[in-house]
């Protein structure tokens, strides 16, 4: 068998001179990114998470007097949703709001419903105290097929929930897109236009059992199943619930002082002491299961003497716009400071725990 001559072959290689030494160029850093609703990457511009927030305290400081605190923790959460951070399988907030009647807790929801949904009516308030039994829990969830009231629609039905938000919308085309103002939810980055709410549970501890179980789904999942087996989607909502238990144990702390009200003398104990005893009093009234669920748990103050002067304020500023916009008469209410302190004194009513300065405005 003949071998095939083996034959080499050479390759030309042409040397190139070598470049000068350059200095190394540092690797670009990527700007930080988020997904918005349709998928697409979008940077995050510098300062937004700065103005956003602080937008949102500027209005929440405006309506909601004397807790401070309070205003930054909710502010605290608003941050974390604008950063993209949140879990999209849970409620975009979830927060128990405690302390002594007349202090602001309830206000605080209408505030932030005004602050980020452009009106106080988007607010969805339950008063859980109409739900003390077990045949009404169907009012709220709904009832079987078969039973009495299957056809009557719950109030946690997709349609309730979002009806304020389309009726907004509406209202919205109707006017001038230029003149609307831009909502303070839509900045969160994967929220669609017009699906967002806000769920109000007031004094959810006079609530029966069985609403407990099915909020154990809501601040969990972000859904809750009806009686008709139909869902409702809160996975874009702010859900917020208000409790009165620890009250009189904070009203024994601060002393000598009608419930929801605290001296001016700087004696009231210090704020980690009123939240350790409403720890405590939210532990002895709840499930731990239950309690585990919040994003946030706020504990209110009692108010000052100083607070209930501003919260004077406001509501006369309040009857002197409606002294105008609905009798059309050109007049205002002063008050000397002597009537402002009787006012004030005269709604701390030591044998009740109620906040009289409205009443008495």
Not at 131 to 145: D, I, M, R
Not at 164 to 183: G, I, S, Y
């Amino acid at each position: 068998m003949a071998m095939k001559k083996a034959t080499s072959v050479t390759t030309d290689v042409r040397r190139t001179p070598t470049p000068a030494p350059t200095k190394p160029v540092p690797p670009q850093r990527r700007p930080d990114t988020r997904t918005n609703s349709n998928g697409a990457r979008t940077p995050l511009r510098a300062g937004q998470l700065g103005a956003g927030t602080e937008d949102l305290r500027a209005r929440l400081e405006k309506q909601v007097i004397g807790q401070g605190h309070a205003i930054d923790a909710v502010v605290s959460s608003w941050a974390r949703l604008l950063s993209g951070l949140r879990d999209s399988n849970r409620p975009l907030l979830t927060a128990l709001l405690m302390g002594p009647t007349g202090v602001g807790k309830t206000e605080t929801t209408r505030a932030l419903a005004t602050a980020l949904f452009g009106t106080e009516q988007a607010l969805h308030r339950i008063n859980c105290e109409e739900y003390a039994h077990g045949h009404e829990v169907a009012k709220l969830l709904g009832s079987p097929p078969g039973y009495v009231g299957a056809d009557i629609e719950p109030l946690l039905s997709q349609r309730r929930i979002d009806r304020p938000h389309f009726e907004q919308r509406q209202a919205a085309e109707a006017e001038d897109a230029a003149d609307v103002e831009p909502l303070l939810i839509e900045q969160v980055h994967d929220l669609d236009r017009g699906l967002h709410s806000i769920l109000l549970f007031d004094e959810v501890e006079k609530a029966h059992p069985t609403v407990w179980n099915a909020l154990l789904g809501i601040l969990d999942e972000g859904r809750v199943t009806l009686g008709d087996n139909t869902t409702t989607d809160l996975k874009r909502s702010v859900i917020l619930m208000t409790t009165n238990v620890g009250s009189r144990e904070m009203g024994a702390a601060v002393g000598s002082v009608p419930l929801g009200f605290a001296a001016e003398s700087g004696d009231a104990p210090a704020a980690d002491a009123l939240a350790g005893i409403a720890a405590n009093a939210a532990r002895e009234a709840f499930p731990a299961e239950f309690l585990n669920r919040f994003d946030q748990t706020l504990v209110y103050h009692p108010l000052r003497e100083r607070d209930l002067s501003r919260i004077f304020d406001k509501f006369l500023g309040a009857v002197n716009e409606r002294t105008i916009e609905q009798a059309g008469v050109p007049m205002l209410i002063k008050t000397t400071s002597r009537a402002k302190a009787l006012v004030v004194e005269s709604g701390t009513d030591p044998g009740r725990v109620r906040c009289g300065v409205r009443s008495n405005v």
